[in-house]
């Protein structure tokens, strides 16, 4: 009777430890300032934190994670073409691509679209068998706009938005190069 108490207790106090080990996992994903979503070995998403459902447009309630992609679209970098499953940073890492710098779009339902940068990875135990894969994604959506703005400012006039002569330099260049390849 002894024993089997001892084996009680001990296991209480696993089960304790993995409880709290779980909410403290929690706690750091939903601190994280960059989006991280995960996927299992079958490709089910299976965890968003807090920056990744800001950046998808997803409610704050929890739901099933085939319904997670009604909330948004993914777009390549040029933000108009819709990005194929292949394409998917998430889908690449889980079959076993290492993802660098991946730039795309999230278009969440009636929110303003995020321009993000993907690195992700598959996720392996150590006998080597896939768990399935990471993506973190790290908001650059103002970077961009600040990027537009300063083209903008390099080729249109400041206080009449006209074309200036860099702008008309730039494109007598290029119109004469297409002249002179179309003869």
């Known amino acids: 009777l002894g024993n089997l108490l001892g084996q009680f207790i001990a296991r209480s106090q696993a089960e304790h430890a993995l409880e709290q080990e779980g909410e403290f996992l929690n706690a750091l994903l939903d601190n994280i300032t960059e989006g ?3 996927c299992d070995a079958q490709g089910s998403l299976t ?3 807090e920056a990744a459902r800001v950046l998808h447009g997803l409610p704050a309630e929890s739901m099933a994670s085939d319904q997670w992609s009604g909330h948004y679209d993914l777009y390549l970098a040029d933000g108009s073409t819709p990005m194929r499953t292949a394409q998917v940073p998430l ?3 889980l079959h076993g691509e290492q993802v660098r710098d991946v730039e795309m779009v999230i278009a969440p ?3 303003p679209r995020h321009v993000v940068v993907c690195n992700g990875r598959a ?3 150590r006998a080597g ?3 399935g894969a ?4 790290h908001d650059i959506t103002e970077r961009k706009q600040a990027e537009e703005r300063l083209l903008q400012l390099a080729h249109f006039d400041v206080l009449t938005g006209l074309p ?3 702008l008309f330099q730039e494109s007598l260049k290029n119109a004469m190069a297409q002249a002179d390849a179309q003869g």
Not at 134 to 137: E, I, K, L, N, P
């Open 123 to 125: 996720l392996v135990n």
């Open 36 to 38: 991280i979503v995960a």
């Open 164 to 166: 200036n002569r860099h």
């Open 129 to 131: 068998e896939k768990l």
């Open 109 to 111: 339902k009636d929110l």
């Open 91 to 93: 889908f690449r890492a």
């Open 47 to 49: 965890t968003f934190n």
């Open 134 to 137: 990471v993506v973190a994604m």
